[in-house]
């Protein structure tokens, strides 16, 4: 292992001393020493050996490094001219390659500042096919202003290869005039020599060539379809097509089955669950009388609401109870008997009044039988009505069966109310 080419790490005794040199470093940069002496070895001679042989690993770190750095620089093949303080350089590499490596060859100039100079294009190569892969800005350098520019040449045949002589020009900026003279002063740099190997061996001859390694199969022909398998393919298509469809209408309608609206509940069946759950409830028992008194005249008028298409949740009670008395056949009850009740009701609401347990019973139960009662009265008339019709002639499906024409006229009559 190469101490210019790795991680090199030399140990000189457990705790006592230690140097690494970290990859890439040249002539001794990034070389890290670090020495401990133990307590009881501080001073005296014996505190020298390991100064002594860190300095010797040193030195040996150190010299490798710049035979590697040697060893780089010895595979390109330079030139350098310069006259005054101009300086150019053209590097080529590596040195020896083979047929169809490619080759770099650098292009350097080093001028100050007040200097123009323009590097050679890929037309100064001749015959050789260089094409350039890098132009760097001018950048400054040690004795002025750098100029770089980087081409590749790809050698076709084996045996010497020569990189033709180049030729840069320069000027001297002036403040003369505004515009810049036309470059009259040129720096030549000598032809470089490198060396193309063949690929061919000893072995390899003209009459004797080697066997071809690997298995070379011919290109796969473009696919043509037949019209059989065309056809195929559009049936599958085609089936593939309607199960697809079938599919998605069956889950269309499976989603609007679960997404159906529930059916309509009869006013008077959802007035009774709402008076049972308000009877449950422990209002009356904690006081909040008024609370039990506002839900329970809520249920009254959106029973009467959604039965008899009567807007009573909108109107106050003596509003309703003058509609009631100006148009007697629009509820089928008793309209003084009603008038009490939402009375009663309004003055627990608005007075603060705080009735009894008693009362609060009293008044759930007139609101049961007012549900009852009205109820059994559209019943009753829905089923003289349907009676009438079988008689004339009007109703024949329903003739014969009491309860299937009440039943029925119930049920249409809710409809068109909840509608």
């Known amino acids: 292992m190469s101490m210019g080419q790795g991680l090199a790490k030399a140990a000189v005794q457990p705790g006592v001393v230690h140097a690494v040199l970290e990859p890439g470093s040249r002539c001794g940069t990034h070389a890290q ?102 132009t760097l800005e001018p950048r400054p350098g040690a004795s002025g202003v750098v100029w770089r520019r980087s081409f590749e040449v790809e050698p076709l045949v084996s045996g010497p290869l020569e990189i033709p002589p180049l030729t840069v020009t320069y000027t001297r900026q002036t403040g003369a005039s505004e515009t810049q003279p036309a470059p009259t002063n040129e720096l030549e740099t000598q032809a470089l020599e490198l060396e193309v190997r063949s690929v061919l061996t000893e072995a390899d001859g003209p009459t004797q060539p080697r066997d071809i390694t690997g298995t070379l199969l011919p290109p796969k022909p473009p696919l043509e379809l037949s019209r059989e398998v065309l056809q195929r393919w559009a049936v599958w298509i085609g089936i593939t097509a309607i199960v697809l469809a079938l599919v998605a209408y069956a889950g269309y309608r499976t989603w609007r089955w679960y997404r159906r609206p529930p059916p309509p509940i009869l006013p008077e069946l959802w007035a009774l669950q709402a008076l049972a759950e308000l009877r449950g409830s422990d209002w009356v028992e904690n006081g909040r009388f008024r609370e039990y008194y506002y839900r329970l005249t809520e249920i009254v008028r959106g029973y009467i609401e959604r039965k008899f298409s009567l807007a009573a949740p909108e109107m106050t009670t003596e509003e309703f109870l003058t509609m009631l008395a100006r148009d007697r056949q629009a509820l089928p009850y008793d309209a003084e008997r009603l008038g009490r009740f939402l009375e009663a009701c309004d003055i627990v609401k608005y007075a603060a009044f705080r009735p009894r347990r008693e009362d609060a019973e009293e008044a759930t139960s007139t609101a049961l039988a007012f549900v009852h009662a009205t109820a059994a009265a559209v019943a009753t008339a829905d089923a003289a009505r349907a009676a009438s019709r079988s008689e004339s002639g009007g109703d024949s499906t329903a003739s014969g069966h009491p309860r299937r024409r009440q039943s029925y006229a119930a049920t249409s009559d809710s409809g068109g109310s909840a509608a």
């Open 33 to 134: 020493t670090s020495m401990c002496v133990p307590p009881g070895r501080r001073g005296g001679s014996r505190g020298l050996a390991p100064v002594a042989r860190l300095t010797v690993l040193v030195l040996l770190i150190l010299v490798g490094g710049c035979r590697d750095e040697q060893t780089e620089k010895t595979d390109l093949v330079s030139d350098t001219a310069a006259r005054g303080p101009i300086r150019f350089t053209v590097q080529a590499g590596p040195r020896d390659v083979t047929v169809g490596d490619p080759i770099t060859v650098d292009l350097i100039a080093e001028a100050p500042g007040d200097y123009e100079v323009q590097l050679p294009a890929a037309e100064a190569f001749g015959e050789l096919a260089a094409r350039e892969i890098e």
